[in-house]
């Protein structure tokens, strides 16, 4: 009866023990989940602000042009790239001055 007794117990423990190790493994899975999805996340933002900063960069180079011969032309393609910055970024026409700085909303 001794041995019964024994076997129980240890069955008992092992099965305690598989609980808490799937517990661990499935917390330290779940926190990994959330740290990559962080990082996805800030990856996104970093790529729309660079596409952002080229889009207005080439609006800045079509206005030197502009500047410097008054070509027809080059208010033309400014005009898609604005439209294309301002539908694609979804950047709001109007902008509201919000301290000393201007928080496009």
């Not at 596409?51 to 800045?60: A, E, I, M, Y």
């Not at 011969?69 to 950047?91: G, L, M, P, R, W």
């Amino acid at each position: 009866m001794n041995t019964v007794s024994r076997f129980a117990n240890d069955s008992k423990i092992i099965l305690v023990s598989f609980l808490v190790a799937a517990i661990v493994v499935f917390s330290v899975a779940v926190g990994a989940w959330i740290n990559l999805n962080n990082r996805f996340i800030g990856v996104e933002e970093y790529a729309s602000s660079t596409r952002v900063l080229t889009s207005l960069d080439k609006l800045r180079v079509y206005e030197l042009s502009f500047s410097n011969d008054y070509n027809e032309q080059v208010i033309a393609s400014f005009n898609k790239e604005a439209e294309k910055t301002i539908v694609n970024q979804n950047v709001p026409l109007t902008g509201e001055l919000i301290g000393s700085e201007t928080e496009l909303r």
